[in-house]
């Protein structure tokens, strides 16, 4: 979380405000994980209500709803310094289609918190099992490896598409962390994920702090 807060200065301090979006990216998963350490408290001591229920659905509000709207528009954001009109028309689409879909595929968890049931798998990692939902979107994405697609997709074709190399760059691990984390943790998918994206946001930091590191070398 500071990690997120202080990118988010270095991107003002470096003139980048279209960068302020995903350099606050460490905060939010910062939050996330704060979150998820709540859960565990919550089962730790036995299934603990209303922490349990409240911090699962605080978890899957992050991995369901809002890095599918925060990413595209973060991208969209950056495209306006470092792209064309036609990409940043085409990026402000997806952003808007993305945050529809992340709304739809979270509100049915929200309006039946009974059907998130969360617990530790055999894995020994937290699985957020919502099998009793009954939602098309949700069964759709979670279920179907269309579906599955098509959510990576909101998240990793956005970044890769900017001509900045270092986000570009930043996308491709996105999609390297969701390949090893299907191919080693698939049951427990979001929340290994989501650790593994928290981590990699490292990253960000050195995205906006690239201007001062030029300078410093020309220096």
């Given at each position: 979380?500071?990690?997120?807060?202080?990118?988010?200065?270095?991107a003002?301090?470096?003139?980048q405000?279209a960068?302020?979006?995903?350099a606050?990216?460490?905060?939010?998963?910062?939050?996330?994980?704060?979150v998820?350490g709540?859960?565990?408290?919550?089962?730790d001591?036995?299934?603990?209500?209303?922490?349990?229920?409240?911090?699962?659905?605080?978890?899957?509000?992050?991995?369901?709803?809002?890095?599918?709207?925060?990413?595209?528009?973060?991208?969209?954001?950056?495209?306006?310094?470092?792209?064309?009109?036609?990409?940043?028309?085409?990026l402000?689409?997806?952003?808007?289609v993305?945050t529809?879909l992340?709304?739809?595929f979270?509100?049915?968890?929200?309006?039946?918190?009974?059907?998130?049931?969360?617990?530790?798998?055999?894995n020994?990692?937290?699985l957020?099992?919502?099998?009793?939902?009954h939602?098309?979107?949700h069964?759709?994405?979670?279920?179907?490896?269309?579906?599955?697609?098509?959510y990576?997709?909101f998240?990793?074709?956005?970044?890769?598409?900017?001509?900045?190399r270092?986000v570009?760059l930043?996308?491709?691990?996105?999609?390297?962390?969701?390949f090893?984390t299907?191919l080693?943790?698939?049951?427990?998918?979001n929340?290994?994920w989501?650790?593994?994206?928290a981590?990699l946001?490292?990253?960000v930091?050195?995205?906006?702090?690239?201007?001062q590191?030029?300078?410093?070398?020309?220096?």
């Open positions: 979380m500071p990690l997120g807060l202080y990118s988010a200065h270095i003002r301090s470096n003139q405000r960068y302020v979006p995903l606050l990216t460490p905060f939010f998963f910062g939050v996330q994980q704060f998820e709540l859960e565990w408290t919550g089962i001591r036995g299934g603990v209500e209303p922490l349990t229920s409240l911090a699962g659905l605080g978890f899957l509000f992050f991995a369901y709803c809002f890095w599918m709207i925060w990413i595209p528009w973060s991208a969209w954001s950056i495209s306006r310094s470092t792209d064309g009109h036609g990409l940043q028309q085409r402000r689409w997806v952003a808007i993305a529809v992340g709304i739809a979270y509100l049915p968890v929200l309006l039946d918190p009974p059907a998130l049931q969360p617990h530790v798998h055999s020994g990692r937290l957020y099992d919502i099998s009793d939902l939602s098309i979107v069964n759709f994405i979670s279920t179907e490896p269309v579906g599955e697609l098509v990576w997709g998240i990793v074709l956005p970044l890769v598409a900017l001509r900045d270092a570009k930043f996308g491709v691990m996105i999609f390297v962390s969701i090893l299907w080693t943790y698939s049951a427990t998918f929340s290994v989501c650790f593994y994206c981590v946001s490292i990253m930091l050195w995205i906006v702090n690239r201007p590191l030029r300078r410093t070398a020309v220096g």
